[in-house]
């Protein structure tokens, strides 16, 4: 199965961590990445940890000479696509730059794919274009409607590839929609590195536990939930690493979508108890009000990956917090550090 995978967005948090995982495969490792979000500090990370060099190509995929240079340079089998934007509020202030960003990179890449015929591709998409769930846990089948610009993008995209593989046999196309990643990879070396205030809610506590910040917020604790604070499905970074290279592994001709989640929730309080026992760090917060747009819960019905990937996220919340801290604490100040 190894050969050559161009991972957009590969020095991303995401990606840098399924770059470890692939290279820990034997596959080659291509990484596209214009380093809007990232650090060229991640790729050597990647590689320190490995023993093995991703190829590192710093392109901007809506520049789709640039893109097409790296198709020319590189033999690449399969394509695993992170780049993007995915700042919720930004994308509310900014719909124009996410709409341009997340489609044109989408479509430079599937036009350079179709011309180099590559058909093989997993997208990373996300469970925010469940929007407010009408059911609880979320199964692949249930109603999207995403409530803004950002998720409207992914839905956007997923619909392009579900099109794109309906008029063409030879397209396999997986969308993954990723519940709530969180965690770092154990050596502590390689993990989340947010640029300016964190907008969710780990990197934030870990901030706080490290001093980097004073008190977090806790946004609503009258949500109908069991501590009335928000519920979410934690999945651990690595977890979703792995459940990439389970559905490369299995991708099957056409268009297919899964959840990638554990099934598990967790409240904000659950994290700040929790990362509190894993630092031996007080989180101090307060409570204020909701967040505009917050949902109360979101859980994935994860059964679809399970049966047809063979794959399973089954590290705890105890274990993501102590991977993000041990990250944290060791560079405070993240890659610059
Ligand atoms: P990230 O910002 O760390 O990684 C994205 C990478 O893409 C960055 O390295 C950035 O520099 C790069 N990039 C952005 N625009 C680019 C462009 N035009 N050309 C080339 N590179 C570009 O984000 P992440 O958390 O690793 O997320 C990866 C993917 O997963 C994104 O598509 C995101 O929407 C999706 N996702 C993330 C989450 C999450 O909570 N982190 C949840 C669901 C889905
Ligand atoms: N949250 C919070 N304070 C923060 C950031 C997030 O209370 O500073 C809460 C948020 O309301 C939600 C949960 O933490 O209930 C997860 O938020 P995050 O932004 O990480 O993920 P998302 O809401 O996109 O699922």
Redesign the pocket.
Known sequence: MPGTILVTGGAGYIGSHTCVRLLERGFEVVVADDLSNSSAAAVDAIARLTGCQPSFEQVDLTDIEALGGVFERHAIEAVIHFAGLKA?GESVAEPLRYYRTNLLSTFNLLDLMARHEVFDLVFSSS??VYGDPEQLPIPEGAATGPTNPYGRTKLMIEDICRDVAAADPRWRISLLRY??P?GAHPSGDLGEDPRGV?????P??MQVAVGRRDQ?????AD?DTPDG????DYIHVLDLAEGHLAALEHIDAGCDVFNLGTGVGA??FD?IKTTENVSGKAVSYEVVD??PG???T?LADPSKAIRDLEWRADRSLEVMLADAWRWQSRHPNGFDS
């Open positions: 919720v469970a925010t519940f709530n969180v964190p907008n969710n809610l780990v934030f506590v977090l917020r806790v946004f609503g949500w604070s928000g519920v979410r409240s904000v994290v909701r967040r917050d949902i109360a979101s």
